[in-house]
């Protein structure tokens, strides 16, 4: 069997170690030049957080151990309040933490493993353009601007949010789509290493500036730098024209961070980029009869609040590659089976995802933030088998998606009727003692 897939980017290159490993023959085509070719520019990092369901599909073609010995652990949140004052609080046990991992040494590290089989061809500057997927066809265009036209059993799609072979699919077949853009863009800014070449926070932390409509993380670099994301509404950006709104703004809502930033690269940094926006994608099916398949962002986009897409991403691969291991080599009925039995999952990881953003914005400030967590905390040492708070179940296992929505809710029930039965009870006692002391009721006795 011989296999396309679109796009070299985290999941592509991953799917492609997969399909080799399965003795297919495989062709990746990527649409801007190999990665591993650019210089590194320092200071330029950007990272992701890893957790458990990518590290298990990383493992699953050998490659946890490499990727996780190049990223940090981040075994806590740590929460800055507005007057600067920092609070951490861990994610679980000593060995439930999610990693910080270089986007770009990750994909480099997946492109060089799938090009290490000898069934597999990397093609870049090879951008796709058009398919007729009945033929198993997909054309693409190369740097010179002529027509490569390819054959294969399968088309997988792994061009992430905006995909072309998605919006091939959309017109071609009875499809499903939706797409929610929100309020809010983003923006990355760094934390330069120290003078000493010392981290300027802790490293072993993931750091989070909560102000309700506005938020800021920070995750760790190797090279003793942060990446900072800004999350805040388009609109707020548009409003900072100058260097001294800029100011204003930061001192109010981030003190503590300038002089980590520096003033003057604060300045440079947040004028010479722009924000980006933020999507979140629904389809169905990801499949077409036995010729093509979506995966990955190309499948569903999700807004980055859960730290999810990657590893869902990445979970995808894992997933479709235990139902080859079922179906042998019935494409069909295996593409059909991944469409029926991610789809679920898929969907809920989004919902999860924009729920987290929606609860985040209405914290006002970092108190409720940490006072949420403590509760999800205190219920989880009471009852530690059944009350799992809802990071630990998406992060650190491998729970289906759309089981821990159900179990949440569960959860939650529980809770909220057990807060019932206390608030009533701490009710109706002492009315009960008061009253039978008014009417003076032990005298019927
Ligand atoms: P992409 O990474 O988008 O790769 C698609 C590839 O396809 C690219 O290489 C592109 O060049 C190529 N391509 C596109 N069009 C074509 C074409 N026509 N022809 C050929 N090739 C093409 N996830 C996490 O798990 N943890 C996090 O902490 C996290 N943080 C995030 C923070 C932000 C601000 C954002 C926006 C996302 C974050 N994510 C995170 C999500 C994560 O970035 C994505 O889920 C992940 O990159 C998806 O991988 P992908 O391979 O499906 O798509
Ligand atoms: C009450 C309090 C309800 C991504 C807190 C919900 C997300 C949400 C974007 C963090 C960690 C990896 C992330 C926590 C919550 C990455 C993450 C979290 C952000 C933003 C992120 C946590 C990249 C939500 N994980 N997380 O519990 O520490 O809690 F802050 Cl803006």
């Known amino acids: 069997m011989h296999a396309i897939i679109v796009g070299g980017?985290?999941?592509?290159?991953?799917?492609?170690?997969?399909?080799?490993?399965?003795?297919?023959?495989?062709?990746?085509?990527?649409?801007?030049?190999?990665?591993?070719?650019?210089?590194h520019v320092k200071g330029r990092s950007i990272n992701l957080a890893l957790s458990v369901r990518g590290r298990e599909a990383l493992g699953a073609v050998d490659l946890e151990h490499e990727v996780v010995s190049g990223g940090i652990r981040m075994n806590a949140r740590k929460i800055h309040d507005i007057n600067g004052k920092l609070s951490a609080q861990a994610y679980g046990t000593k060995d439930q933490y999610i990693l910080s991992i270089d986007r770009r040494k990750l994909n480099e590290t997946l492109l060089s493993a799938a090009e290490s089989n000898s069934n597999v061809t990397l093609h870049f500057k090879h951008k796709f353009i058009k398919a007729d997927l009945d033929e198993g066809k997909a054309v693409f265009l190369n740097s010179d601007g002529q027509e490569v036209e390819a054959h294969a059993d399968l088309i997988v799609g792994c061009d992430g949010a905006y995909s072309a072979l998605r919006r091939h699919i959309m017109r071609t077949t009875r499809f499903d789509y939706s797409q929610e853009y929100i309020p809010h863009g983003y923006m990355e800014l760094s934390i330069p290493p120290s003078k000493d070449d010392k981290f300027q926070m802790d490293h072993n932390f993931l750091h989070i500036w909560p102000r309700g409509e506005f938020m800021m993380i920070a995750l760790p670099n190797q090279d003793k730098s942060f990446t900072l994301t800004l999350f805040m509404p388009f609109n707020i950006f548009e409003s900072i024209k100058t260097n001294e709104d800029l100011l204003i703004f930061f001192n109010k809502y981030f003190k503590d961070s300038i002089d980590l930033i520096g003033m003057k690269e604060l300045c440079d940094c947040f004028f010479s980029s722009k924000a980006l926006p933020l999507v979140s994608?629904?389809?169905?099916?990801y499949h077409v009869g036995k010729n093509a398949l979506l995966l990955g962002d190309a499948a569903h986009a999700m807004v980055p609040f859960y730290g999810q897409g990657m590893n869902?991403?990445?979970?995808?691969?894992?997933?479709?590659?235990e139902i080859f291991e079922e179906f042998g080599n019935d494409l069909e009925s295996i593409l059909n089976t991944y469409s029926i039995s991610r789809n679920p999952d898929a969907k809920a990881i989004c919902d999860l995802a924009m729920y987290n953003y929606v609860e985040m914005r209405d914290l006002v400030n970092s108190r409720g933030f940490l006072f949420r967590k403590k509760v999800d905390n205190i219920l989880h040492m009471i009852m530690p088998n059944s009350f799992i708070p809802l990071y630990t179940m998406v992060s650190f296992t491998r729970l289906r998606y759309h089981q821990i929505i159900k179990k949440w809710k569960f959860q939650k029930k529980i809770v909220d009727s057990a807060l019932y039965v206390l608030l009533l009870s701490s009710f109706i006692i002492p009315t009960v003692f008061i009253a039978s002391n008014k009417l003076k009721l032990w005298n019927l006795w």
């Open 9 to 39: 980017g985290l999941v592509g290159s991953l799917e492609a170690c997969f399909l080799a490993k399965r003795g297919l023959k495989v062709d990746l085509f990527e649409a801007r030049q190999d990665i591993r070719l650019l210089e």
């Open 312 to 321: 869902c991403g990445l979970e995808d691969c894992l997933v479709l590659d």
């Open 281 to 285: 994608i629904k389809c169905w099916p």
